[in-house]
Every structure is written in structure tokens, then in C-alpha cells.
Nanobody, 127 residues
Framework: QVRLEESGGGLVQAGDSLRLSCTVSGRTFSNDAMGWFRQAPGKGRQFIAAISWNGGSTYYAHSVKGRFSISRDNAKSTVYLQMSSLKPEDTAAYYC?????WGWGTRMMRSDEYDYWGQGTQVTVSS
């Protein structure tokens, strides 16, 4: 059974940092590209960042570029999202997603490219 489990969310103040983790089980993690998305109440799911199977390529949403960093540890089957200089508008449920591919391209910013999703972890940034 494939499982993606996010952790690391919480309540922080504006300007703080937070690191999210997503551990994958039930599949060969090193074959997967991984993505992070978020969804705020009343809004659609928004792309945040993506990383290729070997960590060699990344994409970021414009709104988080320079503040967030995605990375992965294939030995631990875990992808990370390091978030810094957090803003109240970063408040959302954050989801990780996986897709089996060795390819890459701007399609990795699309939520419908991903086959598996975690349950999400809440990040709340107070002003």
C-alpha cells in the first residue's frame, strides 16, 4: 500500500521558518518525482515546488521562490520543504505528491500529473 505522510506543520509567526517532511512508503521512492502543493480555505490547490527523481531539477512557484527550498533524501524516502520568511498568506494545508517518472518539465507544476497524495499538514502563520 502506497502511503505519503507529511509532518512538520504548525503555528508560527510571520518571519519564522518551518521544515515540512513527507515520507513515502510502499513504492520505490527514487523512481518518483515529488511535488508540494498547498490549499487555503476556499481556494484551489496551488503548486509550490517540485523536484525530480534524483534531485537534479526543481521548480518553484513565483510566490515562494527565494523563500522555500525543496530537497529529497532517497535513502530515507523523504522529501522536504524548507520554508523561511513565512507570511500570513502562506497559511494553508500543505500536501506532498508523487508521480513515477524520470522525465521533467513544466507539467510537474500541475496537480493532475501526480498519482499519489498525502493527507496534508496544516501551516498557520500569524501576523
Amino acid at each position: 500500500q502506497v502511503r505519503l505522510e507529511e509532518s512538520g506543520g504548525g503555528l508560527v509567526q510571520a518571519g519564522d521558518s518551518l521544515r515540512l517532511s513527507c515520507t513515502v512508503s510502499g513504492r520505490t521512492f527514487s523512481n518518483d518525482a515529488m511535488g508540494w502543493f498547498r490549499q487555503a480555505p476556499g481556494k484551489g490547490r496551488q503548486f509550490i515546488a517540485a523536484i525530480s527523481w534524483n534531485g537534479g531539477s526543481t521548480y518553484y512557484a513565483h510566490s515562494v521562490k527565494g523563500r522555500f527550498s525543496i530537497s529529497r533524501d532517497n535513502a530515507k524516502s523523504t522529501v522536504y520543504l524548507q520554508m523561511s520568511s513565512l507570511k500570513p498568506e502562506d497559511t494553508a494545508a500543505y500536501y506532498c505528491a508523487a508521480v513515477r517518472t524520470w522525465g521533467w518539465g513544466t507539467r510537474m507544476m500541475r496537480s493532475d500529473e501526480y498519482d499519489y497524495w498525502g493527507q496534508g499538514t496544516q501551516v498557520t502563520v500569524s501576523s
